[in-house]
């Protein structure tokens, strides 16, 4: 059987290859769980010393131009998807965005269905809603897919109202809160690495035992234990 892929999105002035170098305590980690992790590039190519710049050695791209009021996706859903296509991938089983790239993971994850249709669970380092009015009605009902919300306490760039605001906008059942006391970055620590993949297994876990019980809303206590410890613990 062919591994699970899981979709990487990098954050504004970065690009695949950054990120890739970025997560690579959880890609790795990943990888020894069986998975297959793909970094796609974002369409719009961006000078090395824009804002939030990760590095001068390599082209820079983002989603969207920083700081527009308004802006369309499509050119970046068309972008992910020529990628995907490229390589035969169908069965995307997760996905990873960081900042710009972790606001348009929720957004992908809300149209799952259309967009991503074996997407199973979404994990966002300092995600945000995407505020423009014409993604609104994509939010409503709630994101109902396992979500995992990791925040840093001194994120300056985007701050924790902003990652909250998209945290509201998934399920209460099934929503996941992590903090790190760092800033404006993915934690590499091997007990951070070790929290993120022990969700990951448990959420697979939940999912496999509702499929065979035909339960909805039971969770085995260890399962539940589990992701409570997650959300109280608020330090990676």
């Known amino acids: 059987m062919p591994p699970k892929k899981i979709l990487f999105l990098h954050g504004y002035a970065q690009s695949a290859q950054i990120f890739s170098a970025k997560t690579g305590g959880l890609r790795k980690a990943l990888q020894k769980s069986g998975y297959e992790t793909v970094y796609v590039n974002a369409p719009l190519l961006l000078q090395g010393d824009m804002p939030h710049s ?14 527009a009021p308004d802006y369309e996706l499509e050119t970046a859903e068309q972008t992910i998807k020529k990628e995907l296509d490229k390589h035969d991938i169908e069965d995307v089983e997760g996905i990873v965005g960081f900042s710009q790239g972790a606001g348009l993971s929720g957004y992908l994850t809300a149209r799952y269905k259309e967009f991503l249709p074996h997407l199973q669970w979404a994990i966002y380092f300092s995600g945000f809603k995407l505020m423009p009015e014409r993604f609104q009605e994509h939010y409503e009902p709630k994101i109902s897919l396992p979500t995992l919300h990791v925040l840093g306490e001194l994120d300056t760039v985007v ?15 099934h929503r996941h809160l992590l903090k790190h006391q760092g800033g404006h970055f993915v934690p590499n620590s091997k007990s951070f690495v070790n929290q993120v993949v022990n969700w990951i297994a448990a959420v697979k876990e939940d999912s496999a035992k509702d499929d065979e019980s035909g339960l909805t809303g039971e969770k085995d206590d260890k399962l539940e234990d589990m992701f409570d410890a997650i959300d109280n613990l608020g330090k990676a």
Request: proline residues 3%; hydrophobic residues 15%.
């Open 54 to 67: 990760s590095s001068t050695d390599s082209e820079l791209y983002g989603w969207w131009p920083y700081g």
């Open 159 to 173: 701050e924790e109202s902003r990652s909250i605001k998209l945290y509201d906008s998934c399920h209460e059942d």
